[in-house]
């Protein structure tokens, strides 16, 4: 074929229909890329004055080695929840005598252009002329240089290579949680000190400038192994057989909780059954370990302010994080649900059920920090009402304006597929208002009282909850034909 496969991918992504459309999704990751690349760069101008004050008299070579670790595995995490794997509409060319290793190199090669792989360059620079140009030789600091700029993209290619089989394997995903979790309590804890055994590994290239031929090596084999992956699966029966073992969930006793229990029964096995909404429980679960970061520097002076953070975050986080999308997780049969004998109060009440059993059972997880202060139990409890009573009505209201379809087969780690302005608009009344009412009550009225209407406010709305459903019931029933129109645009 006369013409390489970068001017068909452009071709594809002019045209794509997305191409003019979520200007304000867009409009954030630009405002992302550039606040990541400032703090990277203003800490690459002020890492050496950190390192003189806080390690005086030591290699600052040495001391920067051992901090390579720690950003590589953040950045790793971020790759695999933001970076994209490298797509490409390749099903035409399978009939066509175009070699398949052509289509899966141009894939990869593709993926080199990210913005995860220029970013470090705005962190390693300014250390590198401003401190290393005077600590290392010439040849040594090529060595050393030429070994950070490898090692972005063997981290590159290991991700994509991880973030397949996680998306192939659930179990794949679970293990490889399990692992990070493992390698972060190691190290946090010191059984084994990772930072400074990583950072070896350049002190070495340092010592012998000609070790930083093993990451060409390691590059090639991920590459290679990315590539056999790829190729096994560049078959028309792959793509055109979906040959997927269909997990089977019985949630017939759910049929017994209520008039609402067939729609809740619907609502968990849809959460089972895709991959989005399951992405998106599971990452609510790791949020019950938010409070090892914010806690674990446990004061008797520090604010309660902290508290009320942390409970907003590890009770109501799966109302934060699923209802920011309802209705639209029924996108795809809205249409059909609507014809059926399903009352939209039945939808209603078994989201709000959903929403605040998991508020309780994330409540009662949480009460493991009382191990480090009993004001968990009461605060983190006005908090959870807080969420049930006042959080889950805004959802619902919020919802009013739905409009885009969600792909359920998606990943739901930084993918932004049915995203609108309303989906970012819903976090900050949830995230923010919880912690604007708490902060005016207690600085009017004092922590308890604070807490105490904090809480009220929740049951008062737990108490209201028959009229707000049927309140919402109605708005929703007026605009029920808007939505299934922009859900089948979107």
């Known amino acids: ?30 405002f992302l890329a550039l606040y990541f690349s400032s703090v990277a760069l203003f800490l690459g101008f002020n890492l ?21 670790f720690a950003y590589v595995g953040f950045e790793f995490v971020l790759r695999i929840m933001v970076q994209n794997l490298p797509t490409f509409g390749y099903q035409p060319f399978l009939i066509l005598p175009v070699k398949r290793t052509r289509i899966a190199k141009y894939m990869l090669n ?24 005077h600590e290392l030789e010439t040849p040594v600091l090529t060595a050393w240089l030429a070994s950070l700029f490898l090692m972005i993209f063997v981290s ?75 190729l096994s699966r560049f078959f028309l029966d792959e793509i055109s057989q979906k040959k997927k073992k269909e997990n089977i969930y019985d949630f017939s006793w759910l049929n017994q909780v209520g008039e609402y229990g067939k729609m809740l029964s619907l609502e968990v096995k849809m959460i089972a059954r895709n991959k989005r909404p399951r992405t998106t429980a599971t990452m609510s679960i790791l949020f019950i370990f938010y409070g090892l970061l914010i806690y674990k520097d446990y004061r008797a002076d520090m604010p309660e302010f902290i508290f009320v953070l942390g409970g907003m975050f590890m009770t109501g986080i799966f109302g934060m994080m699923y209802g920011q999308f309802f209705p639209a997780w029924h996108s795809r049969y ?59 009505w805004v959802i619902f209201g919020l919802g009013l304006n739905s409009k885009k379809a969600i792909d359920l087969e998606r990943g739901a780690m930084f993918n932004y597929q ?18 604007a009412v708490y902060g005016i009550l207690a600085f009017a009225f004092g922590n308890i009282a604070a807490l105490i209407i904090l809480g009220g406010l929740g049951l008062v709305g737990i108490i209201l909850h028959p009229r707000l459903i049927d309140y919402f019931t109605k708005q929703y029933l007026k605009r029920k034909h808007r939505m299934i129109a922009g859900y089948k645009t979107t």
């Open 1 to 30: 074929m006369k013409r390489n496969f970068f001017y068909f991918g452009w071709r594809e992504f002019t045209r794509s229909a997305n191409f003019s459309k979520n200007v304000a999704t867009k409009g954030v990751l630009i």
């Open 48 to 68: 050496s004055e950190y390192i003189e004050k806080t390690f005086p008299g030591e290699s600052q070579i040495a001391i920067f080695n051992t901090f390579i």
């Open 110 to 133: 593709k993926s080199v252009l990210h913005f995860f792989n220029v970013l470090p360059l705005f962190l390693i620079l300014p250390f590198t002329f401003k401190t290393a140009v």
């Open 156 to 230: 590159h290619f290991l991700a994509i290579y991880v973030k397949w089989r996680t998306n192939e394997s659930n179990w794949f995903f679970y293990g490889f949680l399990a692992f990070a979790a493992g390698v972060f309590a190691i190290n946090h804890f010191e059984i084994i000190k990772i930072n400074e055994a990583f950072g070896k590994i350049f002190d070495f290239v340092v010592q012998q400038p000609l070790a930083v031929l093993i990451f060409p090596v390691l590059i090639a084999a991920l590459y290679f192994l990315n590539l056999k992956f790829l």
């Open 334 to 392: 809205y249409s059909l649900l609507m014809a059926q004998n399903v009352k939209m109060k039945q939808i209603l009440q078994s989201a709000f059920f959903l929403m605040a059993v998991t508020n309780i059972i994330f409540y009662l997880l949480s009460l493991g920090y009382m191990s480090i202060t009993p004001k968990v139990l009461y605060i983190h409890f006005a908090v959870m009402l807080y969420n049930v009573g006042v959080n889950s």
């Open 418 to 435: 049915g995203m609108s302005a309303s989906n970012w608009l819903i976090s900050f009344p949830i995230l923010f208002g919880p912690l």
